[in-house]
């Protein structure tokens, strides 16, 4: 494979799977490459790299003669990555709290802040990942914080199809806790925020 179809290939996984997650690629609907590929003005090798990552993301799945369709939303998988955020996410942040750079604290605060003035629930959940993508961020873990950004995008999904008509502006006062926590380099107290926090996902 070459690096261009690479490049390529990741910008359409990134395009489609936001897609997906917000909705506007509905579950079950065929993703056929050879529309995609005039989409995106691209041959089928990049698509189909595309569509092998959506698979392995757990956004699409493959289908003997139908070839990859959008994963339909299942109770059980949404469980099961609630208790892998539950597990994963705190392991992370006591990695971090006490590695993280000004300029990542920074990234955090801004997202927080994000949170705070989003307008809608879209916006809400992407400054979300964003806060909670950046506190984990000095941990030193790639692979942990790539599986971590995986279940957090599934999540996503799941959240946007299920309460966005429930949403309400506010600022959320565990976020600026987990932040006042980081500021003062106190690991535990951080981290035990953050389990409360998870704790209220469904």
């Known amino acids: ?20 997650v917000r909705g506007e690629i509905p579950p079950g609907e065929k993703l056929r490459q050879d529309q995609i590929a005039q989409d995106f003005q691209s041959s089928h090798v990049p698509v189909r790299e595309a569509l092998l990552r959506l698979v392995a993301q757990g956004l699409a799945i493959s289908l003997p003669r ?7 939303f299942d109770k059980s998988s949404v469980r099961e990555l609630i208790v892998m955020r539950k597990a994963l996410e705190p ?9 993280l750079t000004r300029a990542q604290i920074e990234s955090a605060e801004e997202a927080r802040l994000g949170c705070d003035d989003a307008n809608s629930a879209q916006e ?18 790639p692979r942990l914080v790539e599986e971590i950004s995986n279940l957090q995008m599934l999540y996503a999904r799941h959240f946007l199809a299920q309460f966005s008509d429930q949403w309400q502006k506010r600022a959320d006062k565990d976020h600026q806790a987990i932040l006042t926590a980081i500021y003062a380099r106190d690991t535990d107290g951080a981290v035990e925020i953050l389990r409360r926090h998870l704790a209220k996902l469904r």
Request: net charge negative; proline share 2%; aromatic share 4%.
């Open 1 to 20: 494979m070459t690096h261009q179809n690479t490049k390529k290939s990741d910008q359409i996984a990134e395009l489609l799977a936001a897609g997906i």
């Open 66 to 72: 139908r070839g990859v369709c959008v994963a339909p």
């Open 91 to 99: 392991v992370a942040l006591m990695n971090s709290v006490l590695n």
């Open 124 to 141: 809400w959940e992407e400054a979300n990942r964003d806060f909670h993508l950046a506190i984990v961020s000095g941990c030193g873990m």
